[in-house]
């Protein structure tokens, strides 16, 4: 590795670190996870950032939870079953020019969000479909011999269908920015075995129509990938998310002391179509060790299409 790389990746775990320092001891209770980014999206390729050109990258996100966890990790009995679908098409644009030796990533990340709530002992079922918040992204992507790293923001924008009534309708009533930073190591000069991880923590406003500011977060994700064949890349993957502040205003109706955070893991296979500048990736995620939050199993299914030639 050069010493560029090395520089690169030294900032990016210093970032990580100083992040994660920030994590505090959690109270009994339940609090409510704010969390905007799609936690998992990424993947094993985290913190590789695409070459100069247009893309289409759909996700298709579907969770499940039957489990709300308390301060102290216990499951309380609501009878819960929380099912949620989010279908995401993200426009990527990558000029060929580069700033600081590094190519500019933009993109525009709408999103169509279907609830399905029920909890038995509060004899409740809600559903719906609706417009989710849009995301905007602005990253530099470096590429060397041995390595890939990425840093940046996402602007998450309050333009969902919140009403601050409907539990199913989607939206966070909220600006959010979300910095990150990343790198991907390749144990290999052909590329065949890698790791990624990439940091991010979210930043939020008060919310517009209630006195509410949500506590801020620190997330982290990546995997560790092996090529099985020319095609196939696989290996595990997860993700880490904790409340580093807490929630704040006067319509708070949950206990502001407590920290929501939770853990998951799970395997991704990440496929190379045989249609030019096609590839799938598919992975699942189990969550555990949730505090004062919902646990649940998830899939991801991201379909990316790079569109004319390749240079």
């Not at 992040?19 to 985290?46: D, H, K, N």
């Not at 989010?86 to 190519?103: N, Q």
């Not at 709530?117 to 470096?142: Q, V």
């Not at 065949?192 to 517009?208: G, L, V």
């Amino acid at each position: 590795m050069n010493n560029k790389a090395k520089t690169l990746i030294t900032l990016v775990v210093l970032v990580v670190v100083c992040l994660l320092s920030q994590a505090s001891a959690q109270s009994t209770g339940i609090g409510q996870a704010g969390y905007v980014y799609g936690l998992g999206a990424e993947g094993l390729y985290a913190a590789s950032t695409p070459g100069p050109g247009v893309y289409l990258r759909w996700y298709n996100m579907y969770g499940q939870a039957t489990q709300m966890k308390n301060a102290a990790g216990n499951n309380i009995p609501l009878g819960l079953n929380l099912g949620t679908f989010a279908t995401i098409p993200r426009v990527i644009l990558v000029p060929k020019w580069k700033i600081l030796g590094a190519y500019l990533i933009t993109g525009i990340t709408p999103s169509i969000v279907n609830v399905d709530l029920k909890e038995t002992a509060a004899g409740y079922h809600g559903r719906s479909t609706h417009i989710g918040d849009p995301d905007f992204t602005f990253l530099l992507g470096w590429h060397g011999k041995r390595y890939d790293a990425a840093a940046g923001t996402e602007v998450d924008a309050p333009l969902g269908a919140w009403n601050g009534i409907d539990p199913t309708r989607p939206g966070n009533d909220e600006w959010t920015l979300i910095p990150s930073a990343g790198a991907t190591y390749y144990f290999d000069k052909l590329k065949k075995t890698h790791a990624t991880f990439i940091a991010r923590s979210e930043f939020h406003t008060e919310k517009r129509h209630q006195n509410i500011k949500m506590g801020d977060d620190f997330h982290i994700e990546g995997g560790v990938g092996r090529a099985i064949t020319r095609r196939v890349i696989a290996g595990p993957v997860g993700y880490a998310e904790w409340k580093i502040t807490r929630d704040s205003g006067s319509d708070i109706t949950w206990d502001r002391t407590v920290k929501n955070h939770v853990y998951a893991i799970g395997p991704e296979v990440m496929v190379v179509l045989p249609y030019p500048g096609c590839s799938l990736q598919l992975r699942g995620y189990s969550e555990f060790g949730a505090v004062g939050q919902t646990e649940k199993n998830s899939f991801v299914a991201i379909l990316t299409k790079r569109f004319g030639k390749e240079e």
